[in-house]
């Protein structure tokens, strides 16, 4: 069994998209506070923080978006396949996988393996990490960045994995590699 570290690159997620719903809400949360001390200016309170408030709100969601939309590898090693997606982390042993019913999907195509409920993860536009419940209700483990070329990887204990990747033909057959000596004994 090797010990090298493979890497599989990640299609990046649309920066644009997936920074607009974190500023916009924080845009609407400064108005909401403004409009509020212009009705009641005896809220000293809030007239007080108005200047403070939003920014430092404004200043975390930022770092926290960052870390987010750029925590995301997937990552082959010893025969454990490692994935971060944003602030989730999912290890599993390569003979977890069901290998032969892998493939890559587009998910427009595939509406049922499409993430819907997350339970632990992020949902942005244009990033899906972490932890769903996918429209067929099923449970997976995601990190979709791109609907239009996701490897889908069924474990055995009936759960999935989704990942956009590049080439996500070098994963597979890197665990196809991993797999075949532990099927031939």
Do not use: C, Y
């Amino acid at each position: 069994m090797a010990t090298d570290a493979r890497e599989f690159a990640v299609i990046p997620p649309n920066l644009a998209l997936a920074w607009a719903v974190p500023l916009l809400s924080e845009v609407a949360a400064a108005g909401a506070l403004w409009w509020a001390t212009q009705r009641n200016p005896h809220i000293t309170g809030l007239t007080v923080w108005f200047p403070i408030g939003p920014l430092a709100v404004l200043a975390a969601s930022a770092a926290l978006v960052a870390v987010v939309i750029h925590r995301r590898s997937v990552t082959l090693r010893n025969g454990t396949l490692k994935i971060s997606a944003s602030l989730n982390t999912q290890t599993i042993a390569v003979d977890q996988l069901d290998l032969e019913h892998a493939r890559t999907v587009d998910l427009d195509m595939h509406a049922d393996l499409r993430p819907w409920m997350k339970s632990m993860g992020t949902a942005l536009p244009g990033l899906k990490a972490g932890h769903f419940r996918l429209r067929d209700g099923r449970k997976a483990f995601v990190l979709v960045t791109e609907r239009h070329r996701v490897l889908v990887l069924p474990r055995r204990d009936g759960k999935l994995i989704l990942l956009s990747l590049e080439k996500p033909q070098a994963l597979l057959s890197a665990l196809n590699e991993l797999a075949a000596p532990a099927s031939r004994r």
